[in-house]
């Protein structure tokens, strides 16, 4: 079976992240998907095939090279899909031989999926392309990395004469929510290093992510009749706006690239007693990172003294750090996967990734995680497509991955 077939089957699986639901997984659905990955990796041989009450899915390839002894390399994907765009009844449909043109997703609705719009599409002209109707996410963020991982161990078993060592493979929950790893066994996984699998183009090594914090800001209002308001209400929501408004405006998502960190304000609910207010901090220099958190109390700080005392209240958590930190130290990581990319005829890509994966909290659990790409783009929206032959690509440069940690 090939990749993109097995991605397919694995859209039928709605498994979306629940940030409010502190279980883990936070959906029972991803339980769900986990025993069917399970029960498939035994029916093809996998060994030591577990999985956990809280959805880790975890097996082992065993080395085919007589008395190897050498480095345990995994590969790691996550079963969870965003949950912010629909993400059910998903229906693909293959683009063969893309021509270049823009392409029609659903007619009734007149939804296009256009280069003009996605330069991405220029890389795939000749090639054959798995695209949804335009109503959902297609889910390769990041069940590609899943079916590549799978079909991968299925052409080592079938094709005995690849010699490897040991390889484990896993597959997490939650990681959408930022909570992948909060539950990963690395002991129990032991592996000695791993890649996620779990990027964009086929070609990506990437081993730079941001530095992340989340900060939730509650406001505290004071209700009156608007009639007799002056002087005594607290509008929470006017505060909330007034909050937004002092952080630099330049530094938003929307105005930023590259190595620019940003303050992203992704969720806000208010009424005059109670308001809210989720950022997500980002920034590629920790250092930088702690500056933005000052900030954000600094400016609490600023509107209690205009309003009250905890008027304002900031409650900021630490998501994950820039795992190039742990990466540069073990740089056979990215030769070994550059090596394997040019020998496929590909170009390796490495620029810095402005999000994070479970590699980035793995790295500093021990487990020293970069990721590569799965031939996918535009996730976490409903213009994602995957290129078929990319993802065909991307088996063989696990493969060839395996064949050259079961060389040292």
């Not at 993400?87 to 256009?114: H, P, Q, R």
């Not at 209700?223 to 937004?244: L, V």
């Not at 795992?323 to 030769?335: F, G, N, R, S």
Request: with cysteine; hydrophobic share 35%; charged share 25%.
């Amino acid at each position: 079976m090939r990749a993109y077939e097995r991605l397919i089957n694995y859209t039928k699986q709605e498994t979306g992240s629940v940030s409010g639901n502190s279980n883990c997984p936070s959906s029972p659905e991803q339980l769900l998907f986990g025993e069917a990955l399970a029960k498939e990796m035994e029916n093809m041989g996998i060994q030591n095939v577990n999985i956990d009450k809280n959805g880790y899915v975890f097996g082992t390839i065993e080395a085919n090279i007589e008395n190897w002894t050498g480095t345990v390399i995994g590969f790691l994907a996550h079963m969870d899909v965003v949950r912010d765009v629909p993400f059910t009844n998903i229906k693909t449909k293959i683009i063969k031989n893309y021509d270049g043109a823009d392409i029609l997703l659903n007619e009734d609705k007149n939804i296009i999926l256009s280069p003009k719009d996605y330069d991405s599409l220029k890389l795939y002209i000749g090639s054959d392309l798995l695209v949804t109707d335009g109503t959902t996410l297609l889910g390769a963020d990041d069940k590609a990395g899943i079916a590549e991982i799978l079909t991968m161990a299925e052409e080592l078993h079938q094709h005995p004469e690849i010699k490897h060592g040991k390889i484990k493979i896993g597959f997490t929950p939650d990681e959408e929510i930022g909570r992948g790893a909060d539950l990963f066994d690395v002991k129990l996984f032991d592996a000695d290093y791993a890649y996620t699998v779990d990027g964009a183009a086929f070609g990506e090594v990437e081993y730079e992510t941001f530095n992340a914090a989340s900060a939730n800001i509650t406001i505290n209002g004071f209700n009156i009749h608007p009639g007799s308001a002056k002087g005594k209400m607290k509008n929470a929501s006017q505060i909330a706006m007034e909050f937004n408004a002092m952080l630099p405006e330049n530094e938003r998502p929307e105005h930023t690239e590259n190595n620019e960190g940003f303050y992203h304000l992704d969720k806000m609910e208010g009424i005059v007693e109670k308001a809210n207010l989720h950022y997500l901090l980002r920034d590629h220099d920790r250092i930088k990172l702690e500056e933005r958190k000052t900030i954000v109390q600094e400016i609490a700080s600023k509107l209690n003294k205009k309003y009250g005392k905890n008027i304002v209240q900031v409650e900021i958590r630490d998501s994950y750090y820039n795992m190039a930190e742990q990466i540069k130290p073990h740089w056979h990581l990215i030769e070994t996967a550059y090596e394997a990319i040019k020998e496929l005829g590909g170009t390796p890509i490495s620029n810095p990734v402005r999000g994070g994966t479970d590699g980035s909290r793995l790295s500093f659990m021990g487990l020293p995680c970069p990721n590569l790409g799965t031939g996918s783009h535009n996730h976490h929206g409903k213009a994602e497509y995957a290129c078929i032959q990319a993802m065909d690509q991307c088996v063989k440069m696990l493969i060839k991955i395996a064949e050259k940690y079961g060389k040292q």
